[in-house]
């Protein structure tokens, strides 16, 4: 089984700044391809950031210039530096991983994390 587990969201004001972790765990030797994903009440869930396992990065336009996601593939953590932090960041920010390895053997399927709460104060 793979776990992902959120740390890192608070409250904060705009303009400051936050780093979200999601580490997982489970017999894992690789994953092909982390993001961080939000959702505000009443909204849809949106992509924020996505890295791959060679590093490459992409990004919501809202978030370009002000958030940076960065990996750890021996720990199998991804990251989610937030600075420039808006009201309109609030949300709940997951972490999903997908392409996950065991070896030869693929975990099927998405995985996603529980969530971390973001709130930024005007």
């Known amino acids: 089984q793979v776990q992902l587990v959120e740390s890192g969201g608070g409250l904060v004001q705009a303009g400051g700044s936050l780093r979200l972790s999601c580490a997982a765990s489970?017999?894992?030797?690789?994953?092909?391809?982390m993001a961080w994903y939000r959702q505000a009440p009443g909204k849809q869930r949106e992509l924020v950031a996505a890295?791959?396992?060679?590093?490459?990065?992409n990004y919501a336009d809202s978030v370009k210039g002000r958030f940076t996601i960065s990996r750890d593939n021996a720990k199998n953590t991804v990251y989610l530096q937030m600075d420039s932090l808006k009201p309109e960041d609030t949300a709940e920010y997951h972490c999903?991983?997908?392409?996950?390895?065991?070896?030869?053997?693929?975990?099927?399927?998405?995985?996603w994390g529980q969530g971390t709460q973001v709130t930024v104060s005007s």
């Open positions: 999903n991983a997908r392409g996950v390895y065991s070896g030869s053997y693929h975990y099927p399927g998405d995985y």
């Open positions: 489970g017999s894992i030797a690789s994953i092909n391809y």
């Open positions: 890295i791959t396992s060679g590093g490459s990065t």
